[in-house]
Nanobody
């Protein structure tokens, strides 16, 4: 299994950006996937996650709720993170992560011991 990220860069406050994460090697759609960020001095924090259980809605951390949207295109095996109204506090390295099994979206975002990780995408927002 591989997760290959694209997107990121240096942006000004208030603009939008979309990150992509292409997943390969999964033999079904029974996996949870999400976007985490690496906070300096801390471990990675989950911001936006999609459950592997279809009846469970997506989860967003308070810091991104209303501004970020996670979506998944199963036909392309790609998950996206649409980031609107970016602020300097959003400056981080963003990672997509996925794992097999039945995962609630909130629980998936609260855990960091996931099996597969992307290479990371630097997002830098200037004021």
């Amino acid at each position: 299994v591989q997760l290959v990220q694209s997107g990121g860069g240096l942006l000004q406050s208030g603009v939008s950006l979309r990150l992509s994460c292409a997943a390969s090697g999964f033999t079904s759609y029974d996996y949870a996937i999400g976007w985490f960020r690496h906070v300096p001095g801390k471990h990675r924090e989950g911001g936006s996650c999609i459950s592997s259980i279809s009846s469970i809605g997506d989860y967003y951390a308070h810091s991104v709720k209303g501004r970020f949207t996670i979506s998944r295109d199963n036909a392309k095996n790609t998950v996206y993170l649409q980031m609107n109204n970016l602020q300097p506090d959003d400056t981080e390295v963003y990672y997509c992560t996925a794992d097999w099994g039945r995962h609630d979206s909130a629980d998936f975002c609260r855990q960091i011991l996931h099996r597969y990780w992307g290479q990371g995408s630097q997002v830098t927002v200037s004021s």
